[in-house]
């Protein structure tokens, strides 16, 4: 007997509808599965046996093809077993399907178990465009099938349960969650939910390398380091920032989650799918409105950053959509890894590229990235020696190329704190004062801006924000003689300056805010840009 | 000097291995350069010993590097031509009268810029380490600013850190600057430098080397330039050296050759200044204490400006027409140099307004920004 289930399969962020067929037939004991498998799905085949064999049914001893159409499409990933385990059970007659259409998605374990798979969500969402209004997942994975507005997502906990819904109304007690309505992103919890700090689960979803939410309260010292942090943040400008170890980078990069405003609805829903596709949303992880915050090591890898693999998975620019991206100990990456940094910092997306194919993903993110000023860290530093050789701090500051530096429209250079501001001094703001600040600053620029922040005002746009300040326009060609800067670095100084006079609640781009944006530049002076030392 | 000996002598100095003191036993053993070269040709240079007394020979691969150059003498004026350099033997009239303190004078001098400014009567030279601390890179632009603005040529390094900034402030006060590298003009001093140099080159100094042009710069190379360093000078202010500097072995050199060496100290146990204390320990040079006082041991010495005590008429102050913000940035980085952290809780303005006065006063030609700290520059310097 044959059944017929859907399913679908994920490329790039984007489904495609599958169907899995199974064909049960007298003959020799023997399963098939066709239609371009690749080797986690090959395996399915001892996985589904057993799993069918504990969670009570007969693995039919008999002649089983297995077709997942279309062929021509490459599968991969373990998704179809529950659905290839609840057709086979269907197609020997052990249940009949009397449920209505159930669209079936989940890894079976051997005990006959289901576990997170990743991509649910766009998974689900292909289904739904296709017509397919209920959709089995496993337990784990609920909460995101759940964000697909016009679906009947149920989460199940093994091959029974799916046996029980595909069967019909009879079998649905034993399910383990509730027969909700249908919601859509309303779902995701409401907008400033989302606890500027502590362990809030989606918080820890986003942080890699183990880094914990900070709040500004505890970085003590640094004020002008501080400022710039908040001005990139209001304005989506990149930021860069240059000092000894224990300076306080790190802690100021950590403090950058329970800073941002919360993602809005169709933010929050891209940054859903992205997170499905690669995996973060199962263990019942729920997608949050949190800003994504990633923090690779520096020894990551092209593939890790940028994406790709055999599968083409999104790497850590997209996953940092939408958020930040921070690389502490920039010029410790590898230089060509860094390089490919590029295409997304100027086009806010990334093509992969390879012989299995080609994906765009989204990756409109800002970029945070610290650095010692030299090796050892304490170039420049009052009080330490720094002990690198000759030539060394240069060579160290040149592993970052030009274009990539280009790129950090903010450049902060940071001393070590004193002692004596360590454990006295003034208490510093807390976060949630500076977030207050810098929402206000980014609303006052959508509005203006039509949606976007102003890191992505067009030229045109970004040097129409000085026009009625006749000083600032001095100011500004006095200092791009001074400086000699490129027609994009004036650009790129106007935007800042746009996001300082936002901060300051100034209608126009002034003098002030030229200047102030200027600061901001190139404290790094001669190594870091500018040829001329002196 | 006739042409066909002067273009021998330009080729024998430029042959790698022959220094100063080789070539002095060389022309005096031989009666002149262009016979050095013919008595390499005639295989006679191979068998001399050229020093008297232990008999020593001339290494074989010199000989032959003696014999290429012989062969074609032109070839080292072609090269002073294609890089632009003028040449100052020992026989020339304009060759520095204060290289007279040298034991081994170098037979050429080859510079950029212009010769007199090597024979000016009032020279300073102002070194120090390649790694200052921000206070030191300030004292040397404020010494050499001063010493420049009372008509003194200011000499150094063109090394990176105290050297750079005592030629930049110099060149910025509108004042001549001498620049003794120690490598051939083919390498003329780090890259970085490579505008600053041009603005000396401007400002009427002179870029100038023992070495012929593309001689490299290795590890012997900068000590023996540092005794030309302090002999173009009439005093040497050493201002900020850790205990293995060649700003130390500058100053051995100076007051060997009977050059006014003042040396900037440092708190004990400071390794930035280290060098700069036992310096001032072990040898008569004279602490620098303030520069009214380097005015005033400088003209106890006889040396400066003609009349001495002249001082120039009073500058405006440079923070006449600034805001009070601006204002009180300037105040404080004339104050103690620090980074724009240390700015912002030294004056308590808001850290967006201590950047966009910083910004203002690098505008204004009275700060520049090094390594992340804020320095005085300019008329700024004359404050504190």
Not at chain 1, 422 to 432: F, Q, R, T, W, Y
């Amino acid at each position: 007997m044959l059944a017929t289930l859907v399913t679908a399969v994920v490329s790039g962020l984007h489904g495609a509808l599958v169907r899995v067929e199974v064909d049960v037939s007298p003959g020799l004991p023997v399963c098939h599965i066709v239609g371009l498998p690749d080797a986690a799905l090959s395996e399915a085949r001892e996985r589904v046996r057993a799993a069918i064999r504990n969670a009570g049914f007969a693995y039919p001893a008999s002649r089983i093809t297995v077709n997942l159409a279309p062929a021509d499409r490459r599968k991969h990933g373990a998704a179809y077993d529950l659905a290839i385990g609840v057709g086979i059970l269907v197609a020997s007659e052990q249940i009949r399907a009397g449920g209505g259409a159930w669209a079936l998605l989940g890894e079976l374990s051997l005990d006959g178990t289901l576990q997170a798979v990743p991509g649910v969500l766009p998974m689900v969402a292909t289904l739904a465009r296709a017509g397919q209004r209920r959709v089995g997942v496993p337990a784990a994975n609920l909460e995101e099938a759940r964000l697909v507005e016009g679906v009947e997502a149920v989460g199940l906990d093994g091959l029974d349960d799916a046996a029980r819904l595909v069967a019909g109304p009879r079998g649905r007690r034993a399910m383990s969650a509730a027969r909700r309505p249908v919601i859509g992103v309303s779902g995701l919890p409401a907008a400033g939910v989302a606890a500027p700090t502590g362990a809030a689960p989606e918080g820890r979803v986003a942080l890699v390398s183990g880094l914990e939410p900070v709040d500004l309260r505890e970085v003590r010292g640094q004020p002008f380091a501080r400022w710039a942090l908040e001005v990139a943040l209001a304005g989506g400008h990149n930021l860069l920032m240059v000092g000894p170890p224990g300076a306080g980078k790190t802690l100021l990069a950590r403090a950058i989650p329970g800073l941002l405003p919360p993602l809005d609805e169709d933010e929050a829903l891209e940054v859903a799918v992205i997170a499905s596709v690669a995996g973060l949303l199962g263990d019942g992880r729920r997608p949050g409105r949190r800003r994504p915050f990633r923090a690779p090591h520096h020894t990551a890898s092209y593939a890790a950053l940028v994406g790709g693999g055999p599968r083409l998975l999104p790497g850590e620019v997209t996953l940092a959509h939408r958020g930040t991206l921070f690389l502490d100990e920039l010029a410790e990456f590898d230089r060509g890894v860094l390089d490919a940094l590029r295409q997304p910092l100027e086009e806010g997306s990334v093509v992969i590229s390879r012989a299995a194919g080609q994906v765009r993903y989204p990756a409109r993110l800002q970029l945070v990235a610290a650095m010692n000023p030299c090796r050892c860290g304490y170039w420049g530093d009052p009080q330490r020696a720094c002990c690198c050789a000759p030539g060394d701090p240069e060579r160290y500051v040149r592993r970052v190329s030009g274009p990539l530096l280009d790129r950090l429209d903010l450049r902060v250079e940071l001393g070590r704190v004193p002692p004596r501001e360590l454990l006295g001094g003034p208490e510093p703001e807390a976060s949630a004062v500076v977030a207050a600040r810098i929402a206000l600053a980014r609303e006052r620029a959508r509005a203006r801006n039509g949606g976007r922040l102003n890191a992505d005002l067009s030229g045109a746009a970004a040097l129409a924000a000085a026009e009625s300040e006749p000083r600032a326009r001095t100011r500004l060609a006095e200092l791009a003689e001074a400086g000699a800067l490129s027609a994009r670095n004036v650009h790129r100084l106007l935007r800042v300056a746009r996001t300082v006079a936002d901060l300051a609640g100034a209608p126009h781009v002034d003098e002030a805010a030229i200047l102030a944006a200027a600061g901001l530049r190139d404290p790094a002076g001669d190594r870091l840009g500018a040829a001329d030392a002196a | 000097m006739d042409p066909s000996e002067r273009i021998a002598w330009l080729a024998l100095a430029a042959v790698h291995g022959v220094g100063p003191a080789t070539f002095g036993r060389l022309v005096a053993a031989f009666g002149g350069a262009r016979s050095v070269l013919h008595a390499a040709s005639d295989g006679r240079l191979g068998r001399a010993a050229i020093k008297v007394e232990t008999g020593r020979r001339l290494p074989t691969e010199v000989v032959d590097r003696i014999l290429v150059a012989a062969a074609a003498p032109d070839a080292a004026t072609a090269t002073l031509e294609r890089f632009g350099l003028w040449t100052l033997t020992p026989l020339d009239p304009a060759y520095p009268s204060r290289f007279g303190v040298l034991e081994a004078a170098p037979p050429v001098l080859y510079g950029w810029g212009d010769p007199a400014a090597l024979e000016d009567h009032y020279a300073v030279g102002v070194v120090g380490t390649r790694r200052p601390t921000p206070a030191g890179r300030a004292l040397a632009a404020r010494v050499a600013r001063h010493v420049a603005g009372r008509g003194a040529v200011v000499i150094s390094g063109l090394a990176i850190g105290i050297d750079g900034a005592a030629h930049a402030a110099t060149v910025e006060a509108e004042g001549r600057t001498v620049a003794v590298i120690g490598a051939g003009h083919d390498h003329p001093g780090p890259r970085a430098h490579r505008a600053l140099l041009r603005r000396i080159l401007a400002r009427g100094g002179a870029v100038v080397s023992e070495l012929a042009p593309h001689a490299p710069a290795s590890r012997g190379t900068f000590p023996r330039r540092n005794r030309l360093l302090s002999a173009l000078a009439d005093a040497v202010v050493v201002v900020e050296a850790p205990s293995r500097s060649g700003a130390i072995n500058t100053g051995h050199h100076a007051l060997e050759q009977g050059r006014a060496l003042f040396v900037a100290p440092g708190r004990p146990g400071d390794p930035a200044t280290a060098g700069c204390l036992r310096l001032l320990r072990e040898t008569p040079a004279r602490p620098f204490v303030g520069l009214a006082e380097l005015d005033e041991d400088l003209a106890a010495l006889g040396i400066g400006p003609v009349r001495a005590g002249d001082r120039p008429v009073a500058a405006p102050d440079p923070l006449v027409d600034l805001g009070a913000a601006e204002r009180s940035v300037a105040v404080a980085i004339a104050r103690a140099p620090s980074g724009l952290e240390r700015l912002v809780a030294a004056t308590g303005l808001p850290p967006g307004v201590v950047g966009g006065a910083v910004t203002l006063l690098q505008l204004r030609g009275l700060a520049r920004i090094v390594d992340g700290a804020v320095l005085p520059a300019g008329p700024l310097l004359e404050r504190g």
